[in-house]
């Protein structure tokens, strides 16, 4: 087992290798390609594709060491029953969740806009959490999944910060365990969030967790 120290804020934290696992969350071309859910919203899909490299070379660094990679993807069933009315008559998108789009119906498990971008896809021994909320802990397994590896720790990346890393930081930091979040390795339409998001969870002596970048943890890798 291997312990690290990743220089963060508020404060360097210590983390066992083996019980800390990365979650990737919800880097689906639907969110960062155009054509997709967020390009419906009227956001420009070009502001998230900055997170893709400093994922993927901590993506890089942490299967080579064998830790546990976890990816998650936001959508709903083909009848849109796990979707609630509320989602997706919400706002005025040009295309609305389950509506037919370049890439396939919009937020559909199995269509290809829900799917991973292939930068970063999930090797055949990677779990996929499919999630229809923002969260990944609602209405999934990943609680389990974590137990059963005996998980304390949390490496929190992907889009968008504000949204759902924000909210699977806030979920994890209450059933106990600790999350570091490099910074760089997240995204948002609107950089004001990032940054706001990035500070909430810092704040007050780390309220939710740790905030740190892709360097700082390839660095405590390397060392």
């Not at 019980?19 to 998230?48: C, W």
């Not at 974590?146 to 059933?175: F, K, M, P």
Request: one cysteine or more.
């Amino acid at each position: 087992m291997s312990t690290l120290v990743i220089a963060a804020e508020p404060e360097p934290i210590m983390i066992e290798t083996e019980k800390t696992a990365v979650v990737i969350i919800d880097m689906q071309r639907d969110f960062l390609e155009p054509g997709g859910f967020g390009a419906s919203l009227g956001n420009d899909v070009a502001l998230l594709s900055r997170a893709v490299e400093p994922c993927k070379r901590l993506l890089d660094a942490v299967r080579a060491q064998g830790m546990l990679v976890i990816h998650t993807r936001e959508g709903h069933l083909p009848d849109l029953s796990d979707a609630p009315r509320a989602k997706v008559e919400r706002g005025a998108p040009s295309l609305r969740i389950g509506q037919p789009g370049p890439m396939g119906r919009i937020l559909i498990r199995g269509e290809p806009g829900h799917d991973i971008i292939p930068d970063l896809y999930p090797k055949a021994d990677e779990p996929v959490i499919d999630k229809p909320g923002k969260g990944a802990f609602y209405a999934t397994e990943l609680h389990s999944l974590l137990q059963r590896h005996a998980i304390e720790n949390l490496v929190v990346c992907g889009v968008t910060t504000e949204v759902c890393v924000h909210t699977t930081v806030r979920e994890a930091n209450d059933r106990g365990y600790r999350c570091l979040v490099p910074g760089d390795c997240c995204g948002s339409y609107i950089p004001a969030f990032h940054d706001a998001g990035l500070g909430m969870i810092k704040a007050q002596g780390g309220i939710f967790g740790w905030v740190t970048d892709s360097a700082a943890i390839l660095s405590g890798l390397h060392r």
